[in-house]
C-alpha cells in the first residue's frame, strides 16, 4: 500500500462503500500530493523539503483548530474530525516523504522496516479506523501486509528506482549475497542476484501471509477487498520468481487474466491462503 504506487489504494474501488469514499479520497489527495512534492518535477531537495514542512505545519492547524486557507487541508480536517482519525499516521507519511528526499541507501532490513512503518503502514491504520476495525490484532497485521506490499514493490520496480539512483535492496543483503551496484547498473541476472532476490521474495511472503488472517477476520466488502490485495502481492511475488528474478527486463504487473485468478483464489482464502 505504498502511497508512490497507489495501485492498492481503494480509491476507486467497486469494493468501497459509497459513505468512504469523501474520506478515503481525502486522505489520498493528502497523501499523493505530500508523495509528488518529494519526488516529482525539478525542485531541489531544500525547496521539497520545505513545502513538506509547510504540509507538516498544516497538520499542526488541524490539531490545533485552526481554519487552513488550503481546500484540500479543510476536506482533510473535517475528514479527521468527522472520524475521529488519528493525525500521527499523517505524519509519518510526511516523515517518510522527507526520508524520500534526503535518503537513497538503506544499511538494512531493520531500517528499511522503519522506513516502510511510516511510508506503507500509515495507510492501513487510517482504513482501519474508518471500518471502525483498528483494535491492537488487526493493526498489527495491516502492518504486517502495508509493509510486505511496500517490500513487493520494491523488488518490483528495482530498475525504475535505479534510474532514480535509489536502492532499496537492504545494502546487508547485497553483500552477503554477493551483489553490487554494478548489477543494477549492467542489469545483471546471475546466480548471486537470483540468490538475493529469491530471499527477499520469500521474506516478503512470509510477512504478507503473517497479515493475511485480518482479510479473513474483517467482514463485508473490506475482507474481500484485503483478500484481493493479499492474493495481487503473493501473484506479483509469484511472477517475480516466473521470470527467474529479471525485473530489469520484465517489470511484473497484473493483467486482465491475473484479475480472475485474484477472485478465485480469495475465494478459496479461508482454507488456502496462498491459493492453489
Known sequence: MAVDHYENFPV????????????????YAFARSADDLADEGDAGPDERLTALAGYEQELDLIVAGGESDNRMFRKLKAVVI???????????????FRQDVVTTRYADFRTL??????????????????????????????????????LINFWQDVAVD??????????????????GEMHLDAQRVDTAWRELMAFEVTRARAMLLAGAPLALRLPGRI????????????????????????????????GKLDWLRLVWRALRMKSHPNGP
Open 82 to 96: 468527522d472520524w475521529h482519525l488519528p493525525v500521527t499516521p499523517l505524519r509519518d507519511l510526511l516523515s517518510a
Open 223 to 254: 475482507g474481500w477487498e484485503l483478500r484481493l490485495i493479499v492474493q495481487g502481492g503473493l501473484r506479483i511475488l509469484e511472477m517475480i520468481e516466473e521470470v527467474g528474478y529479471d525485473v530489469f527486463r520484465q517489470r511484473p504487473q497484473l
Open 12 to 27: 476507486a474501488s467497486i469494493l468501497l462503500p459509497a459513505r468512504l469514499r469523501p474520506p478515503v479520497e481525502a486522505i
Open 162 to 179: 535505479w534510474k532514480k539512483s535509489r536502492i532499496y535492496l537492504p545494502l546487508e543483503d547485497m553483500a552477503r549475497f554477493g551483489v
Open 113 to 150: 522496516l522503519d522506513y516502510c512503518r511510516r511510508s506503507a503502514n500509515p495507510v492501513g491504520t487510517l482504513m482501519l479506523h474508518l471500518y471502525g476495525a483498528a483494535d491492537e490484532r488487526n493493526l498489527v497485521q495491516s502492518d504486517a501486509i502495508c509493509s510486505a506490499l511496500q
